[in-house]
């Protein structure tokens, strides 16, 4: 089901008038998914990334995107990348962690102080000890994450500018026991919803509020349910570029090459893209009837501090995924 060869004589003469001059009919069509919205950078990066590598394999790899949770919701896709289903997918270490726990690290509340410390940790050696936890499971992560952001925290029924603020609240959070635990060590009620019934979930007052970076709270529309944004930074988030390894290995090495290039190099210029948007997005959702406000995040990392919440985790990944982290970032726990 993975591949579909283009056997037959009369097949390939069709491909050949239908398709433009010089590309053949498509010897392995492979099917890349992911959560965004179709106007989020991502979207537009991944299209350029399957051009370039349609063209350079001289039209014998076709990827073709599917954005916006068309193939279902994370944690359905995420089955559908293990079983070959589907060979390409992009997703949230923290939600990759309820099969690759290691995988959540990036997520720690409040421990990248900026995009240098990230891309210093990710791209180098906590990364890698996360690629290869990966790697054990059936799955090939790319070298290059692709940026979620820094998240902020919106609402729908009051503005969240401390920590008490987040008592009893009803948020929505990715599913992942890392979100969940923060949450609670907040004294919030969390409640884990895929992205792809976010939207409605705020709209049917299923949850008060929802925390995401600013260019999904933008590309998702999510300012039409909700009121306010606290720009909490509260942690950052990133996609891994992840390839069903059978899928993968299946394809020639030339072309093994062809993919990581041009995923990895689509990444670095997605990084680009969402780290200005995110930098220029307020006054735009401001104008769209969000009110915004900057909380100092110290009480709110210092109330995680005192839940246990840095200990409990530090004791989760181990001594040695930890030092790999706090090398970058500085004491947390
Ligand atoms: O589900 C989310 O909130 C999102 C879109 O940020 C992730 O993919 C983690």
């Keep these: 089901t993975r591949r579909r060869f283009v056997g037959t004589a009369a097949a390939v ?35 350029e990334a399957a051009d370039r590598i349609r063209e350079g394999s001289g039209g014998k790899l076709d990827i073709q995107i599917f954005p916006n949770s068309q193939l279902g919701g994370d944690t359905d896709m995420l089955s559908q990348v293990r079983s070959g289903a ?80 987040l008592a009893g609240f009803k948020i929505r959070v990715p599913v992942s026991p890392l979100w969940t635990s923060m949450f609670k060590a907040f004294g919030s009620a969390p409640a884990s919803i895929n992205f792809s019934e976010v939207y409605s979930a705020l709209q049917t007052k299923i949850v008060e509020g929802q925390e995401n970076p600013l260019a999904i709270i933008e590309s998702g529309k999510l300012y039409e349910v909700q009121k306010y944004c606290s720009m909490t930074n509260h942690m950052w988030d990133g996609f891994h570029f992840l390839a069903n390894a059978e899928a993968f290995k299946a394809l020639p090495k030339n072309l093994q090459d062809l993919v990581q290039e041009n995923f990895n190099k689509s990444a670095v210029d997605e990084r680009a893209d969402v780290a200005k948007l995110n930098a220029s997005l307020r006054e735009e959702l401001t104008g769209k009837g969000l009110t915004f406000a900057d909380p100092d995040p110290e009480p709110f990392r210092a109330a995680l501090k005192k839940a246990g919440f840095y200990a409990e985790w530090k004791q989760k990944y181990g001594e040695e995924a930890w030092a790999l982290l706090e090398k970058n970032v500085g004491s947390l726990a």
């Design 13 to 47: 003469g069709l491909g050949a008038t239908l398709l433009p001059k010089g590309l053949r009919a498509a010897e392995f069509s492979y099917k890349m998914a992911n959560n965004l919205a179709v106007s989020h950078p991502m979207n537009t990066r991944l299209k």
């Design 86 to 165: 589907l060979e390409f997918f992009t997703l949230s270490g923290l939600i990759l962690s309820t099969l690759v726990p290691i995988a959540s690290i990036n997520g720690i509340g409040f421990a990248f102080k900026n995009y240098d410390q990230v891309w210093k940790s990710m791209d180098g050696d906590l990364g890698a000890y996360v690629r290869q936890a990966i790697a054990k499971v059936g799955l090939v992560a790319f070298d290059k994450m692709w940026d979620n952001g820094y998240r902020e925290i919106t609402s729908a029924s009051k503005p969240i500018l401390k920590p008490e603020d």
